[in-house]
C-alpha cells in the first residue's frame, strides 16, 4: 500500500521549459489537491479535484494546468516555468471532508 | 489569504513542558485538521477534529474546538526532542464541486533536549 506517490521527487526548469508533476493515490479517495509550499511557509491550493472529472481553481492557480486523468491520477503541468514558481509541490488526496494524506513532495528549482 | 493563520509563529521550549499552539480562522468549517511537517518533508500525523466536536486526543496530543470563536488549539504534553517540527492547522470550509482544505503558516516548535 504505496498511499500517495509523487513524481519526480527533483527537477531543475529552465525559464519557459514545461513540465508535468505525477501524482497518483491508491487509497480509493474522490478527492486530490495540488500545494506549494514556500521557504518558512505554509501550503497553498493551486487546484484540487473533488471528484474524478471534476477540478477547481485554488488560491493560486496561475501558470498551472490540472488533470484529473482517473480518480488514481491527479497531474499537474507548468506550461512555461518562472522562476516564482520555484518551489516545494506536494499532492494529497482525501476521502471527501476527511484527513488528507500526503506525498512526500517535488522539488523544483526554475532557474 | 490564508483562511488559518497559527499563533505563536515559532515557540521553543524545553524537553518535558506542554507546548500550545492556536489556529484562529476567518469563516465557517466542516472541520479542521492538525498536521506534523518534519524538515520540509510531507504533511503526517494528522489529527481531524469536525465542527461539532469540542475535543480530540491522540497520545499526548490534545486538540480543541472553539467554533463560536472559531478558533482550535493543539496542547503537546511532556514535549520530547523528536516533537521538533513545523505544526499546521488546515480548514475545510466546502467549495464550488466539493471541499478544500486551506492551511495556515504555521507554528514551528522547537524542543530543547
Known amino acids: 500500500n504505496a498511499g500517495v506517490t509523487q513524481t519526480p521527487k527533483f527537477q531543475v526548469l529552465k525559464t519557459g521549459q514545461s513540465m508535468t508533476l505525477q501524482c497518483a493515490q491508491d487509497m480509493n479517495h474522490n478527492s486530490m489537491y495540488w500545494y506549494r509550499q514556500d521557504p518558512g511557509m505554509g501550503l497553498r491550493l493551486i487546484y484540487y479535484s473533488a471528484s474524478e472529472g471534476t477540478t477547481d481553481k485554488g488560491e493560486v492557480p496561475n501558470g498551472y494546468n490540472v488533470s484529473r486523468l482517473n480518480k488514481r491520477e491527479f497531474s499537474l503541468r507548468l506550461e512555461s516555468a518562472a522562476p516564482s514558481q520555484t518551489s516545494v509541490y506536494f499532492c494529497a488526496s482525501s476521502l471527501l471532508a476527511g484527513t488528507m494524506f500526503f506525498g512526500s513532495g517535488t522539488q523544483l528549482s526554475v532557474l | 489569504s490564508q483562511q488559518g493563520e497559527e499563533d505563536p509563529q515559532a515557540l521553543s521550549i524545553q524537553e518535558g513542558e506542554n507546548a500550545t499552539m492556536n489556529c484562529s480562522y476567518k469563516?465557517?468549517?466542516?472541520?479542521l485538521q492538525w498536521y506534523r511537517q518534519n524538515s520540509g518533508r510531507g504533511l503526517v500525523h494528522p489529527i481531524l477534529i469536525r465542527s461539532n466536536e469540542r475535543e480530540k486526543h491522540s497520545g499526548r496530543l490534545r486538540v480543541t474546538l472553539d467554533t463560536s470563536k472559531k478558533s482550535s488549539s493543539l496542547l503537546i504534553t511532556a514535549s520530547r526532542a523528536a516533537d521538533t517540527a513545523s505544526y499546521f492547522c488546515?480548514?475545510?470550509?466546502?467549495?464550488?464541486?466539493?471541499?478544500?482544505?486551506?492551511f495556515g503558516a504555521g507554528t514551528r516548535l522547537f524542543v530543547k533536549a
Open positions: 469563516t465557517s468549517i466542516n472541520n
Open positions: 488546515a480548514t475545510d470550509r466546502g467549495g464550488t464541486g466539493g471541499f478544500k482544505t486551506i
